[in-house]
């Protein structure tokens, strides 16, 4: 049964969403921008695949559908469903999306909770200041809630009905049997959101974690084998699903996974892709195309998992930063889908070093990106370097903050062991520094 | 990456707080002296055709119209214009010498017969129609003394006329020119782009078009005979045309000595002109520059084609003699070699206008300062918000430079609730949001006392304690921070103009902090009567009438309504948005810091 708290946040969500959706204006506006639409993500080319498919057309003759067969599948049935009417599918995807987060974001918070209970003892007393607190973790879930439900940048997303409204939905479905420890549809989620998007792959490594404990300690070598066999079996089933689904031809893989890593549209969005590519030299674009991807998918994955391997869940949420900054045609949806998280993290805040540069940084990205956008394109008096600007402070900010935040955790981590008073030297402050 | 290293936590020295009265005020007069430095000719650049592509058009010039034969041309339009059936007559003329010509009803009546944009196309013989040229001449033109009143603008149709029919046939031409006569200046001139372009889906399509529209010139002549030519290059919103077009008709008519102006001021480059007259007269056109930018309203047709990427300006015929021994008017023929050198200077052009400069002021018609240059004055005035707010935010945090700092962290040296800040900046842009809709109905006064008197009692007064303060200056400094930041970029001149009347109020806001009834109700008054954003609005129109005259006038209360009234009514014609900025954002920063002036303290 939800509380006053709950069914309020819900209800401003749901009022504040629907009102935009008759603001005729502003709705265009959102569904136009290229801030928050891909062409990954375009509801209007996912009509124009669900036509196609009705008329017996491959939709991915052209270039212009990008969706699996089998999520083009399950959005023309949506679309049959409600006539053409599918505004209020996407305020429900998003509202469910947010209730979601709320949810695990309470889990999240308890289990931090009790693992510290239980660990207690090993801690230094001097250190409790820093210590979880019944009463702020109510308090976090409620801001994580309210979060999602006023971010302008979900709105703005569910307002463009671009479908990483479905995306998110789908990777917090993923999040959520995560943290509730069940394998199976947990794998299944997953595999659902990677063979849409490619990136979510990388959350195989906090699954390994998460899912090989057998003891306090110890990992099962068998049970690492299980998730890895699991994931590859279900893998292959969708593959094959969409095989079928797209009358036993291969062709979406040209327009879905070959679009996505080797990026060939070049329509500017928040990302640092399209810029960079545009001003290369051909024979050098398969060169930097891996170098970016593997950026992505690889650079981070096994530094951040080794150092993290106690902590799956902060890890889960790392990758997933990552993954949404760094991804090849990002749009603010997926920037809004972990800043919602941000709140659970609020114990981390007081070791955030740049927190008001980051704020400020974010600030000025959103609001001067349509202003240079509008600069460059309608009066002609700016050129893309100034829209680009823009997109590298939102990605700078991005990388600050995800930074500080790790740095901040492995800092609380240490401080909680080894207590807050810093030992004297040769009568000097210690200093400790990562080597 | 040091694990201990902290951001910010060193204590701000405490002699800043003693001085940071003066560093503010300091700062904003620098920025305000910086800005009327921008004249000297050590900041200032002076113009140089970037685009080669323009120079050959320049050098020497191939038509020759005689005066009879464009004398013969302004008959027959006089005669026109007599019998009420121009738009008939310029097709007639235009049919006759080959040119094809078409009409467009522009939907609006004034007397019983239709208004009517005419426009002919002069195809290009070297290539398929992709591109084009356009010379504007609208029918009637503003006069120099009283913008109010229309004149035929005979001497325009006619010199547009006749270069048209020069041109035509001509082999070296390859981009079309379309001559453009639109009915009701800047509306009809609208109606016409909407059709052209195909932009509004009420606008019946154009019966003929040629091929995308590069650039071009808008010729307003009220008078048969002109002394200088005003050159105006105010887009709206603040947009300005290249700067390489400006610099090709300068260069032009410099060259058939013909005097240029900018807003009607005429600066004299020679060297023995004493150097005082030539800072004064070049203070003047900036000042006028920004005070007309800001408006957001252009002063001639082309503002209209700025917004679809043409570039243009207007040349006006002006009365005004500039040099001492000018005692004839312009000839004919300069003035026509200046738009055929213009034409095929254009007619070169490969591509867009994109080298040169989009930003910039001009401070006479050789000598410009461009964006890098003019935003460091509006750097300085906006500094004080910014260090003002990092001040306030370090002042948030526990912050020692002992070691206990590095392993807590940055913890609030208080805990502060945040709702009543977003509840009354919620209020105020709310409250603002309905007034926007009051203005077209009700003036701009009213609807200043409405909010000044009223909005005290309407809604609820802002409680908070000395913290909570904090935090909301601290937001709502960096909300008009951000302001400035984007107008700076859109519209210069409103942001100058914007930052000059919101930092006082910021600084006086800020006063309010010391918590005696003699300071609020100090501070009361002077929002209500200085700081007034009717009353700022009074004396920027006064400034400008004084600068625009160059000479002292008296306030006239009267012609200001008057020519609010008109601003009023007629800014929506002009697609402008100057009107929403401040009643969606100035407006709203200025009630919020009014109505802290009101606030509870407990």
């Given amino acids: 049964m939800p509380d006053t708290f709950e069914s309020t946040y819900v209800c401003i969500g749901l009022a504040v969403r629907v009102f935009l959706f008759f603001q005729t204006r502003i709705r265009n506006y959102f569904e136009e921008s290229g801030e928050f639409v891909t062409p990954l993500n375009s509801w209007k080319r996912v009509i124009e695949g669900i036509y196609l498919r009705k008329r017996d057309i491959s939709p991915f003759a052209g270039s212009i559908v990008h969706e699996t067969p089998l999520s083009l599948f399950f959005y023309s049935k949506l679309y049959a469903i409600t006539h053409g009417h599918v505004e209020g599918l996407f305020i429900a995807a998003d509202l469910l999306t947010g209730i979601l987060t709320y949810r695990i974001a309470k889990r999240v918070l308890k289990q931090l909770f009790n693992e510290e209970a239980t660990e207690k003892s090993k801690y230094n007393q001097e250190s409790q200041p820093l210590w979880l607190k019944k009463l702020n973790i109510q308090k976090s879930a409620y801001a994580v809630l309210l979060c999602c439900m006023i971010n302008p940048l979900s709105i703005g997303t569910c307002l463009a009905k671009s479908s990483l409204v479905f995306h998110n939905l789908l990777l917090t479905i993923t999040f959520y049997f995560f943290m509730t420890y069940q394998l199976l549809p947990f794998i299944v989620t997953l595999c659902l959101a990677s063979s849409i998007s490619v990136y979510p792959v990388v959350l195989i490594a906090p699954a390994l974690l998460q899912f090989s404990k057998s003891g306090a300690n110890n990992r099962s070598i068998l049970r690492i084998f299980l998730v890895i066999i699991l994931f590859a079996i279900v893998s292959a089933g969708i593959l094959a699903l969409n095989f079928f689904l797209n009358h036993k031809s291969w062709s979406f893989i040209e327009s879905t996974y070959s679009f996505i890593f080797h990026v060939p549209d070049y329509t500017p969005n928040i990302g640092i892709f399209w810029y960079f590519f545009t001003e290369m030299f051909d024979h050098f674009r398969s060169l930097f195309v891996w170098t970016f991807q593997m950026h992505v998918l690889l650079l981070y994955l096994l530094p951040f998992t080794i150092r993290l391997r106690h902590d799956p869940i902060f890890l889960f949420w790392l990758l997933c930063a990552i993954f949404c900054t760094f991804k090849s045609y990002p749009a603010y949806g997926d920037a809004a889908f972990y800043f919602n998280y941000l709140p659970i993290w609020s114990f981390l805040f007081r070791y955030v070093r740049h927190s008001l540069i980051i704020i400020c940084m974010v600030f000025v990205a959103l609001i001067m990106a349509p202003i240079t956008w509008y600069l460059w394109i309608y009066t002609g008096s700016a050129n893309a370097n100034f829209y680009f600007a823009m997109t590298m402070v939102f990605n700078v900010a991005q990388t600050f903050l995800v930074s500080d935040l790790f740095y901040a955790y492995l800092k609380r981590k240490f401080l909680l062991k080894n207590g807050l008073t810093i030992p004297q030297v040769n009568g000097f402050e210690g200093q400790l520094e990562f080597n | ?602």
């Fill in chain 2, 1 to 602: 990456m040091p694990l201990l290293s902290n951001l910010l936590s060193r204590d701000i020295p405490k002699n800043f707080y003693k001085f940071q009265f003066q560093l503010y005020s300091g700062l904003f007069l620098l920025g305000l002296l910086g800005f009327l430095y921008l004249t000297s000719p050590i900041v200032s650049r002076r113009t140089y055709l970037s685009e080669n592509a323009l120079s050959p058009g320049l050098v020497s010039s191939d038509l020759y119209i005689s005066v009879e034969h464009i004398r013969n041309i302004m008959g027959r339009l006089r005669t026109g214009f007599k019998n009420n059936d121009i738009a008939d007559v310029i097709q007639l003329m235009l049919n006759e010498n080959g040119i094809e010509a078409y009409k467009q009803d522009i939907g609006r009546n004034s007397t019983d017969k239709p208004e009517e944009n005419i426009y002919g196309i002069v195809r290009a013989p070297r290539l398929a129609s992709t591109e084009s040229i356009i010379l504007v001449a609208p029918l009637y033109a503003r006069t120099q003394t009283k913008p109010q009143q229309n004149k035929a603008n005979v001497f325009g149709i006619a010199h547009t006329l006749a270069i048209g029919f020069a041109l035509h046939r001509k082999p070296y031409m390859s981009k079309d020119i379309i001559l453009l006569f639109p009915a009701a200046q800047e509306y009809g001139t609208r109606v016409w782009l909407d059709a052209y372009y195909n932009s509004n889906p009420q606008a019946s399509l154009l019966d003929a078009h040629a091929g995308s529209i590069q650039a071009g010139l808008a010729l307003e002549f009220p008078y048969e005979k002109f002394y200088s030519i005003d050159l105006r290059h105010n887009g709206i919103n603040g947009q300005l045309t290249n700067l390489d077009l400006i610099n090709t008709v300068v260069h032009l008519c410099e060259k058939n000595s013909i005097a240029t102006t900018f807003y009607g001021v005429y600066v004299e480059l020679s060297t023995n002109e004493a150097f005082m007259n030539y800072i004064i007269q070049s203070t003047r056109t900036l000042l006028l520059n920004v005070f007309t930018l800001a408006t957001g309203i252009s002063n001639g047709v082309h503002g209209q084609f700025l917004r679809y990427r043409i570039e243009m300006i207007t040349l006006f015929g002006s009365l005004d003699k500039h040099h001492e021994y000018q005692s004839s008017p312009v000839a004919m023929r300069a003035f026509d070699d200046v738009i055929e050198g213009f034409i095929r200077s254009l007619n070169n052009l490969l591509e867009r206008f994109h080298q040169s400069f989009f930003f910039y002021l001009h401070i006479n018609r050789r000598n410009f300062v461009s964006i890098a240059t003019y935003m460091v004055p509006l750097g300085f005035i906006a500094l004080p918000a910014l260090i003002r707010s990092l001040v306030i935010y370090m002042s948030f945090f526990t912050s020692s430079s002992t070691n206990s700092a590095a392993t807590h962290g940055r913890t609030m040296k208080f805990d502060a609730e945040y709702s009543p800040i977003f509840i009354e900046i919620f209020q105020c842009l709310a409250f603002s949001y309905v007034l926007t809709w009051i203005p077209l109905k009700l003036s701009l006064l009213g609807v200043c006392l409405i909010t000044m008197l009223l909005s005290p009692f309407i809604l609820r007064r802002f409680r908070s304690n000395v913290h909570q303060f904090d935090h909301f200056q601290f937001i709502t400094l960096l909300i008009g921070s951000a302001l400035l930041g984007c107008l700076s970029l859109l519209n210069f001149s409103m942001a100058l103009l914007t930052a000059c009347f919101l930092m006082p109020c910021y600084l006086i806001a800020g006063v309010i902090k010391l918590d005696h009834w003699f300071i609020k109700f100090t501070c009361r008054f002077l929002f209500i009567t200085f700081l007034n954003p009717l009353v700022f609005l009074a004396l920027y129109h006064y400034l400008a009438q004084i600068i625009m005259a160059g000479t002292f006038v008296f306030p006239d209360f009267a012609q200001f309504s008057n020519d609010l009234d008109t601003y009023c009514a007629s800014y929506h014609l002009y697609n402008t948005w100057t009107v929403d900025v401040v009643c969606l954002t100035i407006v709203p920063i200025w009630l919020l810091l009014y109505r802290s002036t009101f606030g509870i303290q407990f």
